[in-house]
């Protein structure tokens, strides 16, 4: 077995192949333009759509080429892979502004690599008239065929548009063109892209017949209750830094339960395996260091928004865990609050127990009194004592924001009208 396959095996990363032996053996005789694509149908990636991605840059480190779909063409319509219902259509000014962003992202994915190619299926499925489509691809797809597939039949009783139900003939026709024009031989996915991965092999058998080209996908990624990996109790986690801070995609990560860190390191991370095999025996060694979800928030940090990126991130963990916020740059600071929970109070002067009360921190003047006395009480991280303390412009940050800090977690970002 090759290297690879083997490393891609080690971390869980084979679900399907459509030859398994022709695949290994394409591997090892040359280097393989592959594959994988994504839709603009959002401004922004999430970490549900790492996984196929990070593994085609393990075939590109292993001296393949990745060959990178925005699909600017079939994104203007559907994917019925197991959704409950239909796209919401966009203007083709917002999925061309959508299919530069997705690139400038993955780009950051493989920066520093100069051996991939991006293409958008717009450029050739925009050309195809309905007649052509009909004439020179309808007609080599039977409707069995298409009615035999997950992610079709599934759909079934509650409705299928003739939209999506073209779908997979669509992503079948850009592994075609990818095969003939680009020298595409294997298309890698998730788990639900199998079907139209199949669909691209049985358009190219039926067009040019015995046509050497592979298909691979990846299994989802679950937790250990069985739901999909990916979501924060806030919702999806962005690759972009505006809707997801550097410092809130670190702490995502560095989240995660222990039950799930081995396996996030294999499937995510470029750790090889002695270094993850070593945090594994950390994780249930000594799990209250948190080694191992420490090591996966700062490689994907690093490998998501890069180096920069991930010691801002450091530093406004370091910041709010001794309580100095005042020594983050300003836009640190902003990225610090974003995801507190909030208070709004009038722009004047408060003793530090009303403040702790009107603000919501405490429910109550004694429980105030009490805070303050113990050294519970931190206001923009300096700690106060004295039940006499005057909470006034001095204590607002940039003139509009005062950060409250109860005991060691227990945050509270106060705006002012």
């Not at 203007?76 to 966009?90: T, W």
């Not at 640190?332 to 974003?338: G, S």
């Amino acid at each position: 077995m090759s290297k690879l396959l083997e490393d891609l095996k080690y971390r869980d990363l084979v679900y399907q192949q459509t030859d398994e032996e022709g695949i290994k053996e394409l591997l090892e005789k040359e280097s393989v333009s592959i594959y994988c694509g994504t839709d603009p149908t959002g401004n922004s990636l999430h970490i549900g759509h790492l996984l196929p991605f990070l593994t085609l840059k393990r075939f590109q480190q292993h001296g393949h080429k990745p060959v990178i779909l925005v699909g600017g063409g079939t994104g203007i319509i559907g994917d019925p892979s197991g959704r409950s219902e239909e796209r919401q259509l966009q203007s083709l000014e917002v999925i061309e502004d959508n299919a530069r962003r997705l690139e400038g992202q993955l780009r950051n994915i493989f920066r520093g690599d100069d051996n991939i190619e991006f293409v958008n299926n717009r450029d050739w499925l925009g050309k195809l008239s309905m007649i052509e489509f009909l004439r020179d691809y309808g007609k080599l797809v039977n409707i069995n065929y298409l009615l035999a597939k997950d992610s079709i039949s599934s759909r079934l009783d509650n409705g299928l548009s003739f939209t999506e139900f073209s779908y997979t003939i669509l992503q079948g026709i850009d592994y075609a063109y990818l095969n003939e024009h680009h020298n595409v031989k294997l298309q890698i996915g998730g788990s639900d892209q199998w079907g139209n991965i199949t669909t691209g092999l049985e358009i190219m058998r039926k067009l040019r017949g015995d046509v050497e080209a592979y298909g691979f996908t990846i299994p989802l990624m679950l937790k250990s209750d069985g739901t999909k990996f990916g979501k924060s109790t806030g919702g999806a986690v962005w690759l972009d830094p505006e809707q997801t801070t550097p410092y809130e995609f670190y702490q995502f990560w560095f989240n995660t339960a222990d039950t799930e860190v081995v396996p996030a390191l294999k499937k995510f991370t470029f750790l090889e395996k002695d270094q993850i095999e070593a945090l594994r025996e950390s994780s249930e060694k000594e799990p209250h260091l948190r080694l191992a979800q420490k090591a996966l928030a700062e490689e994907m940090v690093k490998i998501v928004h890069g180096e920069k990126a991930l010691e801002s991130a450091l530093n406004i963990t370091k910041a709010l865990f001794s309580g100095n916020i005042k020594e983050l740059t300003h836009d640190e600071l902003k990225a610090a609050v974003k995801g507190m929970p909030k208070s709004e109070l009038e722009k004047k002067e408060y003793n530090i127990v009303d403040f702790l009360v009107e603000s919501n921190l405490v429910q109550s003047k004694r429980q105030a009194r009490e805070d303050v006395s113990n050294g519970a009480v931190y206001v923009n991280g300096d700690k106060v004592t004295d039940l006499e303390y005057v909470v006034e412009a001095k204590d607002r940050l940039e003139d509009g924001f005062t950060v409250l800090r109860r005991g060691k977690k227990k945050y509270l970002l106060v705006e002012y009208k």
